[in-house]
């Protein structure tokens, strides 16, 4: 008896549950409305602040390159349990991921070099613009840190109407204070009161559309890649990067001469944000396959440098350029700017020595293996 009695009232919820989907009573859609939206400013409020950390990141993951997802997560991570001690924050392109093997190691060949133990946290991504940079800086957690900034001839040429789409989380699910406070001057508009409610909602159907097409189904862990081209990858034939080189620079130029005033804006901006906070800043010319496009890339790469030297001069920021002195090869890149494993066994050794110089920055003594690291010279680190 109470068995049936049990199943008819759960009957009747789930009828009058199911009637108020026909519901056309004004006042009650307008309150299943507000709810809904108090639900999603709710969401919303819990991303930023890395609760849906406490969820495996591969349950996020659209694909397994998800770079722009992974960030998002690894601020939340940040957040929630700030690194203890010095940290080297890592910026750039996909060019700036391939140029180091793992985070771990990179740390590793730090200590090795002089500079004592440190974190190293890349926060690198495909396609990663100089706005996205600032817009991560702005997230991060306060405490010791370098910025290490990558440059190339790609940072300067995107759009500000690209990275307009930040405003509202697009592509990367963070909201940046700063860079709501600049969008005015910077994209002639400010940001909208809905937050990143728009990019959550692009992020959820690029989810659904690219776990049904190509699995793993949605809520099943991937695991991220931090690599394009891992261990055993294998790049382009010498013949097929030179059929693509001169249609790149003739984009990369074109892109440069629009656009390489707005991203100069926002390398400023950075220096400006990363003072206020305390952290200092190291640029770094990402690879580039020069033996296969030239050392100039079709003369952008003397037009950024000298105004990246000048801007770093003025602000007292070490400018480390490896390239001239490391001696890479064609074989060393899978295209024109992803090193192969064997191009960053060239490279993340020179990299360390020179971040390595730039630990003591951060002032106090840094642990060493010797004792403590000598104080960072002046200027700009000369090539190894």
């Given amino acids: ?21 026909g519901q056309r009573n004004p006042l009650v859609l307008v309150a299943a409305a507000l709810l809904a939206a108090v639900a999603l400013f709710a969401f ?10 406490a969820i495996s990141q591969g349950r996020f993951l659209r694909i397994a390159n998800d770079d722009y997802v992974h960030i998002s997560y690894k601020l939340g991570q940040l957040k929630k349990h700030p690194p203890v001690g010095p940290t080297i924050y890592l910026f750039g392109g996909s060019g700036a991921m391939e140029s180091f093997i793992s985070e771990a190691s990179l740390a590793k060949a730090i200590e090795r070099a002089g500079g004592g133990k440190v974190n190293v946290v890349s926060l690198a991504a495909h396609q990663e613009s100089l706005a996205q940079t600032l817009a991560i800086i702005d997230n991060l957690p306060p405490g010791p840190a370098v910025l290490a900034v990558g440059l190339t001839p790609m940072r300067f040429g995107t759009p500000p109407a690209a990275d307009s789409g930040l405003l509202s989380g697009r592509p990367i699910l ?28 692009d992020y959820a159907g690029a989810y659904l559309r690219a776990r049904a097409a190509d699995g793993p189904f949605w809520g099943v862990r991937i695991p991220y890649a931090h690599h394009y081209y891992p261990p055993g990858a294998k790049g382009a ?11 790149v620079l003739a984009r990369d130029s074109q892109l440069y001469s629009e656009n390489a005033d707005y991203n100069f804006t926002v390398l400023r901006e950075i220096l400006r944000l990363a003072r206020e906070r305390g952290y200092a800043v190291v640029f770094w010319d990402q690879p580039l396959n020069a033996s296969a496009a030239g050392a100039d890339w079709g003369g952008i790469v003397p037009q950024y440098t000298r105004r990246a030297e000048t801007l770093a001069r003025g602000a007292g920021v070490p400018y480390i350029r490896l390239e001239p002195g490391l001696a890479l090869r064609d074989a060393d890149f899978a295209d024109l700017y992803h090193l192969l494993a064997r191009g960053r066994a060239k490279w993340q050794p020179a990299m360390a020595r020179q971040l390595a110089t730039a630990v003591p920055m951060l002032g106090g003594a840094v642990e060493s293996p010797g004792g403590t690291a000598t104080p960072a010279p002046t200027g700009t680190p000369s090539a190894p």
């Fill in 1 to 21: 008896m109470d068995v049936d009695t049990g199943s008819s009232q759960q009957r009747a919820l789930r009828r009058a549950f199911a009637r108020g989907f």
């Fill in 44 to 53: 919303q409020d819990v991303l930023l602040r890395g609760e849906f950390t």
């Fill in 174 to 201: 963070v909201r940046s204070p700063r860079l709501e406070e600049l969008a005015p001057r910077l994209y002639g508009r400010s940001s909208r009161f809905w937050g990143i409610l728009p990019g959550i909602f």
């Fill in 237 to 247: 034939l010498p013949l097929a990067k030179r059929q693509e080189i001169f249609k």
